[in-house]
């Protein structure tokens, strides 16, 4: 994001394209059922997901915004609440196990809702005690962990939204979450300024509590293979540890800027870091060397 846009930007030629701009009315340009055909004005964009030729944006009042990279328009808006706290905290694209594509948007009304962008349909929504900042499919569908305005997550079974079990160890309320590519590990980070790392198959006890530095731990990634998983405090600080030799830390980068997020690529170990100053992202490829290289680009 930049400003009211969304750019695409390549590292290869280090070129950038705008996909979509939403300080103006935004309309989808195809029929759906539950679409909503009026649109949306002036969207303030909170989170984004993209995969494959997909991206979906989600705004500060529910908003939705489905768009095929590979067509002009907008596919599909929707809003998913019009409750006064109604922030889309998170988004989520997977293939279901029938192999269509399925979303998941979480958002501060408490709510977690599952569309299927196959039929353009709301599958499923389930509803929990508190805002949800935060949720993540298991590699194999099953289990959701829950994370969001109490010190507890869960682990919700996928089908039902039914709690599995509550992980207990955090202070404070959480905002992160992620699973390691091997389905037994996930991790989730909280305002207490630590990342717990979990082993499904025990969640009485955290395996590890990793400790940033200055606040909380607002998000969370592993790469690709597993080999590497990254947390980022709201400022200044990305950690990246190495999980195979057991989450031993391997760099701390350290930049003045606030940080709205991060991203491993999906075949290479690039990690994005978004900064909210507006004016760059920065990219940095990690090899297996353990060699940084950094890259502005003015966006």
Not at 13 to 34: F, I, Q, R
Not at 171 to 179: C, H, I, T
Request: hydrophobic share 35%; charged share 20%.
């Amino acid at each position: 994001m930049s400003h009211y846009s969304i750019i695409h930007w390549s590292s290869l030629s280090s070129k950038k394209t705008e996909v979509l701009n939403v300080s103006g009315h935004v309309a989808p340009c195809e029929k759906h059922p539950g679409s909503l055909l009026e649109g949306f004005t002036q969207t303030q964009v909170s989170t984004l997901a993209v995969r494959d030729n997909l991206l979906i944006a989600g705004g500060f009042q529910g908003e939705l915004i489905c768009k095929n990279l590979d067509r002009t328009g907008v596919t599909f808006c929707t809003r998913t609440t019009y409750d006064d706290n109604a922030i889309t905290n998170a988004i989520e694209i997977y293939d279901s196990p029938s192999g269509a594509v399925h979303f998941m948007a979480t958002n501060n009304d408490c709510g977690v809702r599952d569309f299927d962008m196959e039929r353009f349909q709301l599958i499923k929504h389930f509803s929990y005690p508190w805002p949800v900042n935060h949720t993540s499919l298991s590699p194999d569908g099953k289990v959701i962990i829950i994370v969001g305005d109490s010190p507890d997550g869960m682990l919700v079974d996928s089908q039902t939204g039914k709690t599995v079990t509550h992980l207990q160890g955090h202070l404070d309320f959480s905002f992160a979450s992620a699973w390691h590519p091997n389905g037994h590990i996930f991790a989730t980070g909280n305002q207490d300024k630590t990342c717990r790392i979990w082993d499904v198959r025990n969640v009485s006890k955290p395996v590890d509590v990793l400790k940033g530095n200055l606040g909380a731990i607002r998000s969370i990634r592993f790469t690709s293979d597993g080999q590497f998983m990254a947390m980022a405090e709201p400022a200044d600080f990305v950690h990246v540890y190495d999980v195979k030799n057991g989450f031993e830390k391997e760099q701390e980068i350290d930049f003045f800027g606030e940080i709205s997020g991060l991203s491993f690529s999906p075949d290479t170990d690039s990690l994005f870091i978004g900064v909210w100053d507006r004016t760059y992202g920065s990219l940095f490829q990690y090899n297996r060397c353990r060699n940084y290289s950094y890259l502005d680009s003015l966006l």
